[in-house]
């Protein structure tokens, strides 16, 4: 429903879209990374913390937090000693891997292009 004085604006430019509020929890580095290692299998989140260089501890369990939240993961607690969590990709976050995987194709594909665009912008701006 389009809003006062905005009816030429796409609804998921406002901010309380769920589309645009998905983007900001899922759509981040660390998400697409976390959701990346566990289409391979169920994970503990020492392993992350392993495999995911440079995430802190708070990142990392802010990011499993929205991801369970959103749907996409399932945290699960085993009853070891010491308790640990496991988490693992949801049928619904698996439905990520064909999107995630086509932007990380994409990256890679064109990350020579990316890094001259980089290096002329650097150049025009630090006169």
Request: proline share 3%; with cysteine; net charge neutral.
């Amino acid at each position: 429903m389009p809003r006062t004085g905005t009816a030429d604006v796409d609804t998921v430019y406002f901010a309380d879209c769920a589309a645009r509020s998905f983007f900001d929890q899922v759509a981040n580095k660390w998400s697409v990374m976390i959701l990346t290692i566990l289409t391979e299998r169920p994970t503990r989140f020492n392993e992350f913390m392993r495999r995911l260089e440079g995430i802190t501890h708070k990142a990392l369990t802010q990011a499993l937090r929205r991801l369970e939240r959103n749907g996409l993961i399932a945290r699960r607690v085993l009853a070891t000693s010491p308790v640990a969590v496991e988490y693992s990709i949801t049928d619904l976050g698996r439905t990520l891997q064909v999107p995630f995987g086509a932007v990380y194709n994409w990256a890679i594909n064109h990350l020579h292009q990316i890094e001259e665009a980089q290096e002329s912008y650097d150049a025009r701006t630090a006169l």
